[in-house]
């Protein structure tokens, strides 16, 4: 005789959310914890299982055959207190709180804690923030970070509204190792070399004195060939450029760029080469008149 067997499968909808609220109780109860995470003055209690399933860094930490995995109490160095402790709220809830004097110490610890989803909505929020005041400090705390989408985009951002930034403070109080990055890139979007080059004297004249043995550095990533001929000549008897022998030879090859321009095609170098937002765009527009004839039209913007 057979037995008809029947079976089905239950799916629970909820059971996710009510498991990690379960948890989140259990922790609010500090019940079941099995790890106290210390940072400066902060002791947060959380279960290793709930950190290593949305933390690469913990995963590593709590199953790897290292020291931590087996104490009971963790160090958390080089990581703000607060903003451990909400990105542990952060692994029990999935709630962040995203605010504009704290999303820096937050971005820092979810790069830290490898949290990538958390990288990608701070840095979103830091793209959303962007101002010509604020850019480059933003640019370089991607760089730090590691947070390649936000670097490049602030850096698109900077070289953009490159003339509103060198107005502001940020710019002034840069290191000469970030302005040869900025002075160095063919994306500057100004209309002519001068603007940069008196760009650079505005960044060397907020401290003369300290910045003038850096001058050559970055005097060579200035186009010095297209700026006019004038200008070159004023530069050549002033007192900051006629005690520097790197200085006058930079010089010296921008005016034999204008005085011989028949040598002009042996005299080519990234310096004689305009950068994009200096020499408008070309464009080839196509097309087929009513006797079927082809014509080609360039547009010189």
């Known amino acids: 005789m057979n037995v008809c067997r029947s079976e089905e499968q239950f799916h629970a909808v909820n059971h996710a959310q009510q498991t990690l609220r379960r948890m989140e109780n259990y922790l609010k109860e500090k019940q079941l914890c099995d790890v106290l995470l210390i940072a400066g003055h902060l002791r947060i209690p959380a279960h290793r299982l709930v950190l290593s399933a949305v933390s690469d860094y913990f995963a590593a930490m709590f199953t790897n055959d290292v020291l931590e995995a087996k104490q009971e109490e963790v160090k958390m160095e080089g990581v703000d207190p607060h903003a451990l402790n909400s990105l542990v709220q952060y692994a029990y809830t999935g709630v962040l709180q995203l605010k504009e004097d704290t999303i820096e110490s937050l ?26 005041s604020n850019c480059l400090g933003i640019r370089s705390f991607g760089d730090a970070q590691g947070c390649t989408e936000l670097l490049n985009v602030a850096h698109k951002y900077t070289m953009e509204h490159f003339i509103e930034v060198i107005k502001n403070q940020e710019f002034l109080l840069l290191p000469a190792t970030e302005i040869s990055k900025l002075l160095c890139s063919d994306d500057i979007n100004v209309p002519d070399e001068e603007t940069i080059f008196h760009a650079l004297m505005q960044w060397v004249g907020h401290d003369a004195q300290t910045r003038q043995r850096d001058l050559a550095m970055l005097l060579s990533y200035i186009r010095l060939p297209l700026l006019p001929p004038q200008l070159l000549a004023d530069l050549e008897n002033s007192s900051m450029f006629s005690g520097d022998l790197e ?30 937002s200096t020499v408008g765009a070309l464009y080839a527009v196509g097309g ?7 014509r080609n039209k360039l547009i010189h913007l």
Request: net charge positive; with cysteine; aromatic share 4%.
């Open 288 to 294: 087929m008149d009513a006797l079927k004839g082809k």
């Open 107 to 132: 971005l820092a610890a979810a790069c830290l804690l490898q949290l990538t989803q958390v990288i990608e909505v701070c840095s979103n929020f830091l793209i959303k923030q962007l101002h010509p």
């Open 247 to 276: 200085c006058q030879k930079l010089l010296m090859e921008a005016m034999k760029y204008h005085l011989l321009p028949e040598r002009r095609p042996m005299m080519q170098s990234p310096r004689t080469k305009p950068r994009k």
